[in-house]
Nanobody, 124 residues
Framework: QLQLVESGGGLVQPGGSVRLSCAVSGFTSDYYYIGWFRQVPGKEREGVSC????????NYADSVKDRFTISIDNADSMVYLQMNSLKAEDTAVYYC?????????????????WGQGTQVTVST
């Protein structure tokens, strides 16, 4: 089964950038997709971005369009989330998740496998 490990979180200033990484292991084909989600205390977990490993198709939440970019490095089985122009409201625990499939979506319930999360704090 798939295993996911997030890394790259930390403290960043507003307007700054950070790149989150999701190491994916245990896959046997490209018939799956990866999503990034985030959650703050007292709020529902929300989808941020996703990408189909096999399809290459990506989607973004409206709140991060034109600021975040999701990508895949097939050489090391990594999925990245490049986050630019960060805002205080981007502060959250970020999770990567996966499920078998072709076209990715941002519905939380669609995902079968989850990482443990990495904290991103946007603050001065």
């Amino acid at each position: 089964q798939l295993q996911l490990v997030e890394s790259g979180g930390g403290l960043v200033q507003p307007g700054g950038s950070v790149r989150l990484s999701c190491a994916v292991s245990g896959f046997t084909s490209d018939y799956y997709y990866i999503g990034w989600f985030r959650q703050v205390p007292g709020k529902e977990r929300e989808g941020v971005s996703c990408i189909g490993v096999g399809s290459g198709s990506a989607n973004y939440a409206d709140s991060v369009k034109d600021r975040f970019t999701i990508s895949i490095d097939n050489a090391d089985s990594m999925v990245y989330l490049q986050m630019n122009s960060l805002k205080a409201e981007d502060t959250a625990v970020y999770y990567c998740a996966a499920r078998p499939g072709w076209w990715c979506g941002l519905s939380l319930g669609d995902y079968d496998y989850w990482g443990q999360g990495t904290q991103v704090t946007v603050s001065t």
